[in-house]
Structure formats: C-alpha cells, structure tokens
C-alpha cells in the first residue's frame, strides 16, 4: 500500500509564541520548528502501518520555506522512506487552497492509496487542508481519525465521534485527517538520524506545479496576546464548607455561570 | 449582506450552538437558517453537495455553521468547493463591505487575531461565542435535501467506547469538570464523575491521567487531545502545564482546585483553591447540589 | 617432608601426569573462555597503570572490598581463605616439584613459612567452617545455594584436611626432611595421634596423594564453576574502570558508528565480560539494589550472570562463526528490557561489589541499544528527550522562560558580567520546578552573602544532557554537553558551581570527554570552602531559638555521594549552621545510601511495580527517628528534594517532616536574616 502524508512545520509546542513587531505575525526568532503535533500523529499512523505491512511505502511532503527540509528529514528519521518539498518565493505566503491545490498536484503525480495528514496545523489552527485537499483531488475525506486498516480497494477507517467511533469503509482513495494514533510518535533510532541527513529530498517550485491561482487569502489584520488571564481569587483558609459555599455564591452571582 | 446560518442537531434538539450562530447569522444581515436533511448518518459530503447547489442558486455572501466535530467538517469541505475564504473557531465576526472581519486564534490558541476574509466567506463559530439573547426561540428551518448516494463512503458500524466518559459530550459542553494527577489513581474518579453529574457537566481529563490510562483519551484536554470552550471549566489537581492550558484557556470562567498555592493553574484561574482536593470537592458538589435545589 | 614418590619413577610420572590432566583440563576450558571474551567489543583498559596497580595490591590482594560493613565478619572470612589459599599455593608447588623432582622450593623449610602455612590453615578451617554453617543454616535471602558452593567449600576443606594430616603424619612416620622446621600443628596434633608408625605411614602417603590430586581435580573443576574467580578476579581488578566513578564511557565517532550499546554479548566489551565469569554470586549488590528491594524485576547480580550465562550458551557457536556477524546472537528478551528500565544507576551494585564488576555500564549500554538502534524506550521518558532536544528541558518548558527563577533578583548573566569569576549553572529543575526554583534563589542568597563573583547564564543555559544520557540517548548528551561546552568558551567559563549533583557530575566528569575542563564545585562542597575561608558567617539565632536545636536527617544524594565521594563536605555544612543538630539515616547513610528513585533517568519514568522506592526512603528516614523526632530531612540534590516532598506527601506526614535542601537550611541562618525556618 503507498501511503502519502503531507506535514506542515510549525513552531514547536513548547515555544511560547510571541507577537512580532508589525502587530500581524508572529516573532520567529529563537523559535525551535517541529513537525505540527497532528501530523506527527499522521506520519506515526503511517508508519506503524509499515511496521505491520512490510510492503507498505511512506512519502511525506510539504509546502513551505526552505527550513521546512527540517520537518521532512525527522520524518525520514522516524522511518518515512521518501520525502518532497515543495518550495519556491511563493511557497511562503501559500495558504489554505492554494496549499491544498499544490499538494494535489503532488498527489496526482505520487498516485498514493491513501493520503494522511493532521486534522489541523498548529500554526493556523483551520483544520481546512485536509478537506481542501480531498475536494481538488475528488476524493472522500474522513476527519478525526484513530486507525485504519484493511487493503486496497477496503480500507476501514475509524473516526473518533462523540461516546465512540464510526467505522467507515473506502473502496477507493480517500484523504484521512487523523486526530491520534495507536502509539506516541516514535522517537528515531540514531542510524534513522543519520540515514535521513544524508537522504536526496527532491524540491518543486510552487510556480512550476501549473497550479490554477485565485485562491482566497486570509489577511491578518491584527495579532496580539490572548487575554490576560488571571488575577483571579484565592480561597485559602478557612473551613473547607465555607469557603465550598462562598465559591458557589461568587459562581452564581459574580460570574454567573451556575 | 445574506447569511446562511447551517444548523446542526442532537437527539435533544437543535444544538445550542447553531442556536447561537442563528442568532448571529440575523443579526450580522438578511439570514436564512438551513438544515440539511435526508441523511440517517451524518456525513460530509452529501451536506456539501446539497449546500452547494443550494448556494450557487441562493448566493449567500456569508455561510456560518456552528464548529462542532462535524460542523468544521463541512465548513471546510464546503468552502473548497466554493472556492470561498474560509476561517474556522470564530470569537467575533462583523461585515465590513466585501469582506468579513473574523477575530480567532492561532498557534494553538498562543495569540489572538482578527482577520479580514473576502466574500462570500465560509466561518465556523466557536460555541459559546456568541451569547443567545435571552428568550429566543426557535427559529425557522428550511431543510436542504441531501442524497446518501453522494456519499462513497460506506458506513460499517458504530463502536461505543469502552470507558465511555461523562455522559454529556466533551467538544460542546457548557460545563467541563476536569481531573488532574492530583486525583492520585483511577479510583478517585467517582469524586469528579460526581460533581459532573449535579452540574451537567462534561469529564476532562489531563494528559498525564490519559497516558496513564487512568481516563480514555477522548477526555483528554490539552494541546494534543480537545480544545473546549464552556461557560465554566473546573481544573482538579491540574498544575496547569501549558499543554494543558492551551485546549482550555478560552473557557469564560476557571476554577481551580489545588494544593499547590504556586501552580501554574492559578495563573490563569479566575477563582483558586488552595487545599486538599479530597475534602474540597465533595463539600462543593453538596452545595452546588443544595443551591440548584433552591432553585 | 620426604616425598612418597622419591626414587620411583612410575609413582612421579602418575604424578605428573594426573597434574597435567588436572591443570590441561584448566587450561583447555580457560582457552575456551577466553575466546569467548574476544568475541567483545575492544575497549581500551589501560589508562592510569599506577592506579591500577595500586588497585590491584589493595583490592585484590588486600580484600579490601570484603570488608564493608555490613559484612565485616563475612568479609575477614573470606579474607583469610584467600590469603590462606594463597600462601598455602606455594608449599602446594613446593609439594609437587618435592615430588617430582625432590627440588624443595627456597624458604619453605623456614619457621616462618610453617608457621604461616600452619597459622593460615587454621584461620581457613575456621573460616571454611563458618561459611558452611552459614551457608547449611542461616543463608541470606540472596544468595545461590547450590551444589557448586558446597563443592567448592568442600574441596577447601579437604585439602586443607589432607595437608594437615600430612603434615602430622610426616612427622609421626619420622619422613621429616632434615634441616626442615617442624610444622607447629603438626607438633601439637603429633602427640595426640592414635595411630603407629606404620599406619601413620599410610596415611601419610594417602593424605600427601589427596592433596596433589585434589588441587589437580580443583583446577579442572575451578573454571566450571563460580570459582573460577579466584583468577579472573586479578584481571578484573586491574582492568577496573579508572574513570571518575560518576561518568560513563563515551561512544566516539557516534554517527559513524553501524551499531551503537549492546544489543547482545556480542556487543558488550571484553571486560563486561570478564565481569560475567568474575561474579562470586554473593549477592551484595542485590542487597544494595533500590529497585530489588521494592519489588522491581531488577537484581544486578542477575544481569551480570545473565552476561555470563548468555555467553557461555552461545560463544561456542559465536566463535565457530568466525567474523560472520551474519547470524546475530539472541536479542534481550521482553523482561530484560523491564529489568533495565528499572535501574536508578544509583551505583549501589558497583559500590557493594568486592571483585569490582561494572554493573551500571552494562545496564546502560543495553539501554543504548534499545534508545538509539530501536528507538524504544518507555513513552514518559521518550518525551523528556523530546523536549530537551526541542525546549532545552525535559519538562518542555519555554527556553525563554529558563532566567524567570530570577526576576527582580538582579543576577547578572555571562553576558552582562563576562568577567564573573564563577558560572551558576542552575540546572533544569531549579530553573523551571516551583520548589526548586526556591533553592536556586538560595543559592543566590549565600554566594551574595559570600562575596562570590558570579554569573549565570540564563537563557542561554541548557539541559546538561545526564538524563539522555542516562537513558541511553549517548547522542542527544553529546549534542547538549557540546552546546554548553561552546557557550562555556563563548564566555570564557573556567569555573563551575553546580546545585545540582547531576549538573556537577556530568560537567565535573564527562564534559571533560568531549573537551571541556574546567573547575567544578557542588554548592555543598563550595560553602563548606567559603566557611573555611571565612568568607561565610551565620547568625547565631535571636532570643529564645538561640541554642535551640532542630533535628535535621541528611539523605545523601548518590551523585554526590557514591559516584562522586562527597559525603563529608555536606555533613560539615550542617555541623556548622547554628540550630541543626545533624542525624544519620543509619544504616543506609553514606556509601550505603538509599537511592531517592529519581536517577537513572527514573524521574520522568512510571513505577508501576512494588512500593516506589522514594516511599521507601522516607520510610527509612522516619525511621531514623530516635527518641526526639526529626523535623526536616536535608538534601542537596532537586530531584531527591522534589522525590522527598513526594513520599512525605503521600504518605501525609508533611507536617511531621520538611523536605529542604541544604542551601535552604544555609540561607536561612545567614547574618540579616531573621527568620529560623527556610
């Protein structure tokens, strides 16, 4: 089975993200980037399906600055056999359809199974690639997904929904956003390290790909902190009745949430 | 200014959230509220297929759809198909002429911004965003006829979970009741199940007790498990690690129960706790039980 | 004596040939064996030939391992059969070159060698007695008793019986060589003897035959047993690691390398597996073992035989493969993996052990194996090195918020104060865990006090690596020790206080490894210099405190401690703050200290099996308890401190007993302080 999984390279979750000085986007400098947390999940999905399948095969790609070869080779390291980055001046201000219409064209030319990714990046949380993608390539789509298995022409997918999941059958390709996987992405063994650094990781030019343009963009206005949180109440001392009570009434009165 | 307001249902009614979007959808211009129908399953896209014909005659310059699970689903299936703008997990969305001025956040909920997307534009609206008027009722529905034949997809099966958690589901609640490692072990759960069940609320759960497996994952808060957005979010022996944090902190109200006076919960929380969760919680649920029944 | 075969030539070749028989079956097993110990890895043994030779003359000849408490009596034991054994060996030569070719060996004919060889086989009869009564009736719970122990301590009697009996024999029968001091036993048993001249005779020659045909049927039997030691112990000692107890061995050129730890003997160095054939069985390191005695599936002296058994089983085919690795040899099995996770690396086992196996640095090999080959390693410790590779902290804490400790203090980074005499490293914990951060705000406190010039490095600081390398992860610690090593040069660091034991180690010990030397100190080791100096004074205490005492446990933390000797410097410290009077865990205290579980990595890893080992430890503390009771346990490493605060949490004593570190206790007693309690 060929799967394709198409990542995006994000600032790591334990960078605390800070407003840049235009007020619009963020401060890069001393961010640490990493695969997006979802499409972790994805590429490990991918992967331990290998582990099961030995004649499964992995690609992953990614549309993004240079920097984003980073992403690709820890996907490689991790066990990924092939990887592509879709790059050039205009890969750096692609976003949602336009992203999804340069992954399609990759997708026509890989022809996977299957394709995987995140349910959404941890960039611009919109969760709307996946989707996207799989209305330019006309195929179906299932988010939030746990697993999968079967073969070609069956593959069952389970989707997490509320008290359970749904399983769904594809008897053709399909795009499947995935929420968690089995196991934590695995951690790459050293000669995975190594391998990957030396691996050829081809590059596409965005221009090249003969992508329709005309796609909607999104144009950040403002950015800013979250709200300051905080400079709440403690309740301390006191009897644990008391002050059980007194949250109850500051709940119902103050806050009005009860 | 036309706008669309797509609603979902529960078993229990239309959802609150379409509720609220409804509500926005009219004040916001001339709105229409469409219900897709003709589906046993929900899936997205038949939804998109009849919404989209509907659109290409209706025209709507504006599209809202509460975000559930399913509702982004279709949000965005939608807009690719269009070939509109599209944001999702609106807070506020005015028009501004062509374009819909969206506030949302981004990188895991790290920053706020406000963002100018073209018409006609697809927004999925984060429940809780938008507060229902008091007494409004329920508004006019028009359904939209969707084929399963569009789906080609086949349905198998449904698996419940195992550990099927709170009985209220976690992605719309009003009210989360959360538990922390400092719950100690599985067996204390009944303690949060508890104050969970008097105030209707939905269980969370920390990453460190999913791992652990004392919770299943789908409670999981966090930044890699749901972001949940209630009226009221109560942490129990949460230290408030910024992974957790990021899937919660746009709660309107946090409490917070810990006996660490220098937890990081604090920080965020709008009314804290210091003290032993195993004495302050049982006294809590019995006065919130006391002060429902009041009335 | 005259020898039983003197003038008969049949009698001297039966002689030689049953010692060539004997010593040939020896030498052929102990070839054997020795191929077996090729088939590991080189590693190179030969730094420091003073050290070792010193090692030798006291660790090997003068026992002095054998002699830690609690086996002093044990250890004597042993002490006098091997000295025995060893004297004994040269009147044994001197009996078969007598025999075969009437050549006495110089000195033996002297009062002195006769009464040492005498004095000697009494010692070891004792010694042999008391084993057996031990071994027959009161064996402790870690010990193997098996058949080859009985064998063994039975030959050791008979050939002590024979020599004896020949001796006094000798004598009676009157075949005392002339000009040959008489044996002083032989003397004394000489006039109890029953039996005549004749009989005595018989004897004599059966007892002179017994003996040279048991040590020929001890040598064949020795390298199938245990006590095949009693050689190997030589090399073992000699070839014992001579680096600093704390740090382990680098892997150089590791991204060259095709395989990295040991996934089989095969990779395990030669000298690991020379510790497998050295293992005595004792069980002390058992006995030291923190994860053995709450229930964990590891016993390190099961890990070292199961090196050796391991070996033993498959070496002959190893060694027909020749250089064909093509067939590997057996991977660890599913609960090995579970007994090397368990290991604190606490250093217990390696302290205990008396023929100086390394049971730590096969543990970590094989967690190199399964860290770096196969990525395997248990989830919770997986994403401590996730994060210290992405975030610089194993707790994946912003780096940018790594200095945050500090504000509103005014501590100056290298960068401001390039020119500080001292770098603070602070380490992850007390940087980003809230009640270490306390600690580190301490420290901060008497370096001022002190007139200390330093500097820290804020956020350009990053995790010292001991937890990746610990776990097995030689790469990411080689990443991060070189990180901390390039912003050292950046600022021209020469010298290093450490609060941490772990920072101190991994700097102290192995940064040295990858070329950064510098000057290192733990906070304990510096106040104890500053009070000397003089630089560091205390308040007496106001009004009624004044003279009064709390109680105050020390729990030595085991990188400060056993790795690297530093026992006595924190004990000065509490000896020399007002108000502390200093109370010892015994008997788990100083090289016997009890592990907090922390180490080894064990931080960021689940105990799911047994008491966890930080409760035990607060169970010995409490137990420390004498007639006052003690209020506060003091410490000197944050991951002991955040272990304690844990135990003492959960078992709801917190209010009986306080966790602090020792800058803790320190801080508070400096001049302008008034408050007594940190």
């Known amino acids: 089975m060929k799967l394709l999984v198409c990542i995006k390279q994000t600032p790591d979750s334990t960078v605390r993200v800070k407003v840049g000085p235009g007020g619009r986007s963020i401060d890069e400098s001393g961010v640490t980037w990493a695969i997006a947390p979802y499409d972790e999940y994805a590429v490990e999905m991918a992967l331990e399906r290998k582990d099961a399948d030995a004649a499964t095969t992995v690609a992953v790609v990614t549309v993004g600055p240079p920097r984003a070869k980073d992403a690709l080779r820890q996907a490689l390291a991790m066990g990924a056999d092939e990887a592509t980055l879709v790059t050039g001046a205009e890969a750096a201000t692609l976003e949602g359809l336009g992203v999804a219409r340069a992954l399609a064209a990759v997708v026509a030319e890989a022809k996977p199974d299957l394709v995987l990714c995140g349910r959404q990046s941890s960039d611009d949380d919109q969760g709307f690639v996946g989707p996207a993608l799989a209305e330019v390539l006309g195929w179906p789509h299932v988010a939030a997904v746990t697993n999968f298995t079967g073969a070609d022409g069956a593959v069952d997918v389970w ?35 190594m391998k990957a650094k030396k691996k050829e990781i081809p590059e596409k030019d965005v221009a090249a790909l003969g992508i329709e343009g005309g796609a909607p963009r999104l144009e950040i206005v403002k950015m800013e902190p979250p709200a300051a949180r905080g400079g709440g109440k403690i309740l301390k001392d006191g009897d644990t009745r008391q002050t059980a009570a007194e949250l109850v009434r500051l709940l119902r009165e103050e806050a009005k949430v009860l | 200014m036309k706008a669309w307001a797509v609603v979902e249902r529960s078993p229990s009614g239309i959802r609150r959230v379409s509720l609220e979007v409804a509500a926005k959808a009219k004040d916001l211009g001339e709105a229409s509220v469409l219900e897709v129908t003709g589906l046993a399953r929900p899936s997205a896209l038949p939804a998109v297929a009849a919404l989209a014909k509907r659109a290409a005659e209706a025209k709507p310059d504006l599209v809202l759809v509460g975000a559930t699970a399913g509702g982004r689903d279709l949000a965005a299936r939608l807009a690719a198909r269009l070939g509109w703008a599209y944001a999702s997990e609106a807070t506020g969305i005015a028009i501004d002429g062509a374009s819909a001025t969206v506030t949302r956040t981004m990188y895991a909920g790290k920053v706020r911004v406000t963002v100018k997307a073209p018409l006609p534009a697809v927004v999925s609206v984060r429940p809780g ?103 009221l979010y109560i942490a129990l022996g949460i230290s408030g690690a910024i992974q957790h944090l990021a899937g919660m902190t746009s709660s309107k109200v946090i409490v917070a129960v810990n006996k660490d006076p220098d937890a990081d919960i604090f920080k965020v929380a709008d009314y804290g706790v210091v003290g032993d969760l195993f004495e302050f919680v049982p006294a809590f649920t019995d006065e919130v039980r006391k002060a429902k029944a009041r009335g | 004596m005259i020898a039983p075969t003197a003038g008969n030539a049949l009698l001297v070749a039966v002689l030689v040939a049953v010692w060539a028989v004997g010593w040939g079956l020896f030498a052929r097993r102990a070839w054997q064996l020795y191929r077996y110990l090729r088939l590991g890895r080189d590693e190179d043994r030969t730094q420091r030939p003073a050290r070792r030779i010193r090692d030798e003359l006291v660790v090997y000849l003068g026992q002095q391992k054998l002699f830690k408490r609690p086996y002093l009596v044990r250890g004597l034991a042993h002490a006098f059969i091997f000295w025995g054994f060893a004297v004994i060996t040269i009147g044994t030569v001197d009996l078969f070159l007598s025999g075969v070719f009437g050549f006495r060996v110089p000195g033996t004919g002297t009062a002195l060698f006769v009464w040492t060889v005498d004095l000697f086989a009494i010692l070891v009869i004792a010694s042999i007695a008391l084993a057996l009564v031990r071994r027959l009736f009161f064996p402790p719970p870690r010990m193997h008793v098996a058949l080859d122990g009985y064998l063994i301590l039975g030959g050791i009697a008979f050939l002590m019986v024979t020599l004896l009996l020949f001796e006094t024999t000798g004598l009676v029968a009157g075949v005392a060589a002339p000009g040959f001091a008489d044996p002083p036993l032989a003397r004394l048993l000489h006039d109890l003897w029953p039996l005549g001249d004749a009989a005595s005779a018989a004897v004599y020659g059966a007892a002179w035959w017994g003996h040279l045909v048991g040590v020929a049927a001890f040598a064949a039997y020795l390298p199938q047993s245990k006590h095949l030691h009693i050689f190997t112990t030589l090399p073992n000692v000699f070839f014992r690691s001579q680096r600093p107890r704390g740090a382990l061995d680098l892997i150089d050129g590791i991204e060259e390398r095709e395989t990295l730890g040991a996934g089989s003997v095969r990779d395990l160095s030669w000298k690991q597996l020379l510790d497998g054939y050295t293992c005595t069985e004792c069980g002390r390191c058992s006995d030291q073992c923190p994860a053995l005695a709450t229930g964990k599936p590891l016993d390190p002296q099961r890990i070292v035989l199961d090196v050796r058994d391991q070996l033993l089983r498959q070496g002959g085919r190893l060694v027909l493969d020749g250089s064909d690795r093509g067939t590997p040899p057996a991977r660890w099995s599913a609960t090995k993996v579970e007994e090397l996770w368990s290991c604190t690396t606490c250093g217990g086992c390696v302290e205990a052990c008396p023929v100086t196996i390394e049971h730590i640095d096969k543990i970590v090999d094989m967690r190199r194996w399964l860290a770096m080959m196969e990525g395997d390693v248990p989830p919770e410790a997986q994403r401590a090195l996730t994060n210290i590779e992405r975030a610089g902290n194993p707790w994946g804490q912003p780096r940018d ?76 610690w080689q990443t991060q020790a070189r990180a901390n090593i390039e912003t050292f040069a950046r600022y021209g660091v020469r010298k290093v206080i450490a609060s941490c034991p772990h920072c101190f180690n991994t700097i102290a010990n192995e940064y040295p490894q990858l070329g950064g030397s510098y000057e290192v100190v733990h906070t304990a080791q510096l106040v104890q210099r500053l009070v000397t100096e003089g630089r560091l004074h205390f308040a007496p205490g106001a009004g009624a405190s004044a003279g009064a005492k709390e109680r105050v446990a020390y729990h030595d933390p085991c990188y400060l401690g056993r790795h690297n000797g530093i026992y006595d410097e924190p004990r000065g410290v509490m000896d020399v703050v007002p108000g502390v009077d200093r109370v010892e865990v015994r008997p788990h205290h100083r090289e016997r200290g009890f592990c907090c579980g922390a180490g080894g990595g064990r931080m960021w890893m689940e105990e799911k099996v047994g008491q966890r080992v930080n409760h035990r430890r607060m169970d010995q503390i409490l137990a420390a308890d004498a007639a006052t009771p003690v209020t506060k346990v003091a410490s000197a490493c944050p991951f002991c401190l955040i272990m304690l605060d844990e135990a003492a949490g959960a078992k709801g004593v917190q209010e009986r007993i306080k966790p602090i570190d020792l800058m803790e206790l320190v801080a508070a007693r400096l001049p302008e302080k008034e408050t007594a309690t940190p």
Request: overall charge negative; charged content about 25%.
């Open chain 3, 401 to 476: 918020a790594r200095a945050e400790w500090a504000a509103g203090l005014g501590v100056p980074t290298s960068a401001e104060r390039p020119d500080a005499e001292w770098l603070y490293f602070v380490g992850c914990a007390a940087s980003y865990d809230r009640r270490n951060q306390r600690v580190a705000r301490s420290v901060v406190e008497v370096l001022r006090a002190s007139g200390v010039s330093f500097a820290i490095l804020g956020n350009e600081e990053t995790c010292n690596g001991d937890p990746a390398r610990r776990i097995g992860n030689e790469y990411l």
């Open chain 1, 159 to 193: 989707k997490e929904v509320e008290g359970g999941h749904e399983v769904w059958r594809a008897s053709g390709p399909a795009v499947l956003t995935v929420q968690k996987s089995e196991k934590e992405p695995r951690y790459p063994s050293l000669p995975g390290i």
């Open chain 2, 129 to 231: 965003a938008f507060t229902l008027p008091q007494g409004a009722g329920e508004p006019q529905v028009e359904g939209v006829a969707a084929s399963a034949a569009d789906e080609p997809l086949a349905f198998q099966r449904f698996e419940p979970s195992a550990a099927a958690g709170g009985k209220v589901p976690l992605a719309e609640a009003r009210v989360v009741v959360s538990g922390g490692r400092g719950l100690k072990g599985p067996e204390n759960w009944k303690m949060v199940e508890e104050l969970a069940g008097v105030l209707g609320a939905a269980l969370g759960a920390s990453r460190a007790v999913t791992d652990a497996g004392w919770r299943p994952n789908e409670e999981q808060v966090g930044q890699t498990g749901r972001t949940v957005t209630p009226d």
